[in-house]
């Protein structure tokens, strides 16, 4: 690796992706070309990965260092790894110190989704007026939301219509990173589509020239703002630092899920931009999306301030029982909040976990068997239809079932529910089965299991299961998050297209290519990544058609189904089968590595609007 015949310093408080936007523009060359050059990707191609933003991989340090000419100590303080310490966050996602697998965390921002216009306009240096101020790298963190020495709300959106992702996460670390020539304080979010422009490019607005937030951040919220960015800043590995944080996740979750509830603990002038958060969770479901920080900012700001003060309270115990009688009055599930609950208990606080771990084993999962021994797996942990292995070693010497997907099934719900707590209905919701396939009793399981004995056995297997998943809980996936990654995802036709290009063109007959196919392609993969039942899978294509056509589909599902799953397929489906389990590996990978679909972005966007 060769010096680049150019190099930059970096600006305080500088972020991996600001100094990347800075120096590839002024080299002329794109973001991505640049990471190539200095070895952060790889010379085959690629893009800039998201997880850049926290550290370095491997050995590419060394290559960054000679390339820029920066020390060590320089390269890292461009990335979260320096705040490891202090945001469990950080620390989660980073590859592993005590051999705990690392875990993607929705509390750190990808993409540039917020920034300061006036701290990106820089000062009157020359180098700051020719290629702007610093993105920030605590910018990247869902704790932050106003710049105390601009006394401003951080901005999020593009005053010109770039519209950047809401909730999943930007799946690379510079968004259109091979654009050349865009000013570093440009906006990199695609433009909306239009009739006349379906290709979207970059908006190109000047965020360094945006107005800020009309809504002022008050006195109180910019004291809050300082006092997070010092706790963050403090140099000692503080585990007080480290619990603060976690009991404000948790009880800014807890805010969200009850509101409107708990409108009276925040400021009123700030409680509109919550409603607007809240809704648009709501749209997109499920409970885990409370475990985020919020999209805009000024409402960030606000619960925050909610949350800070309510941590403040002698009598914690009894604030967090208000909430839950608030909260889990309505068809919100108590059992979401004991998810989040449960990841952020071992660096929560002592006194927030002795304040919630009573009001969360009052909550009984019934009906359903009492779990064995203590759980050491998550919930997310646990794919709707078992893991075929799993499947194999614990249940398939069973002789009783009739049905090996309804016991697969039951198995899967039954795991959540040792778990999490939650109900039957709550536990299958959860997974993505429908409610009304999951209604079983320990009474009518005698319906797919011969006798009380067989019964019996399925228990002994199940709690087998249970404790292999306990023996190695912090190498378990998060199935959760693939499910999540996956919501309303199908192959887009550019892709299918590639993908079917690779298939040997047979002699005579030639096979349909076409959009059902493209469908029941989509199903394979999502069984493949999320090891769910294909007969809960998403299908936005079908969706997308004529009446008829989704009937037409509707009945020959089982067939193309039954080809690409067959043991001995025909040529063309055995390739195809090939192609599409090489796919989804790929994608599974990507998901894991913090990168998301296109096609989900859209489906979250479409969403908010």
Known sequence: MHPLPRSLDPLPDESLPGYLLRLSFRLDLTPGELGRTIGLVSASGGYLPRRLVLDFPGLSINEFTRATRLSRDEARLLTLSTWRGNYPPIQRWLPPLHGHAPQIDKWILGGLDRYCPQCLAGDDSPIQREYGGPWKKEWHLGIVFACPQHECFLGHDCPQGGQPPDYDRAPRLIPFDGFRGLHPTACRYPLPATARRLRRPPCRARLDQAPTAAVRPTHRLLALQQHLLSLLKTQDDNHEVREYFSDLHLLAALITISWPNSRRRVDSVFAPAIDVEVNARKLLGGTRVHDTPPVDPIACGAIFDAAHSLLQIDSLDDVLAEFFDSAFTGTLSRAGWVQIFTKHEKSCSERLRTAAVPLIHTYSPSPGWAAPRPTGYRAENIPA???????????????????????????????????????????????????????????????????????????????????????????????????????????????????????????????????????DASVFIWVHVTRGEHLFAPRPIEAEQPVDIQQDWARRRNTTWFQLTRPDPMRHYADLRDILSEYACQLAADIEGGTIPTRVQEAARFAGD
């Not at 010497?397 to 198995?411: E, M, S, Y």
């Not at 409610?435 to 228990?459: C, G, P």
């Open 385 to 519: 239809h078992l893991e075929p292995s799993w499947y194999a070693r614990h249940f398939q010497k069973l002789d009783g079932p009739t049905d090996h997907k309804i016991l697969r099934r039951i198995a899967a719900i039954q795991l959540v529910q040792w778990v999490s707590q939650a109900s039957i209905p709550e536990a299958a919701r959860y997974l993505g089965v429908e409610a009304e396939k999951a209604l079983y009793t320990e009474d009518n399981m005698h319906i797919w299991l011969k006798s009380t004995r067989e019964v019996q056995d399925f228990r002994t297997a199940l709690s087998d299961l249970a404790a292999e998943l306990s023996s190695r809980a912090d190498g378990l996936i998060d199935y959760q998050n693939r499910r999540e990654a996956l919501r309303n995802w199908s192959l887009d036709s550019s892709t299918w297209q590639e993908l079917t290009s690779r298939l040997e063109s047979p002699q005579g007959k030639q096979p349909v290519i076409d959009d059902r196919k493209r469908q």
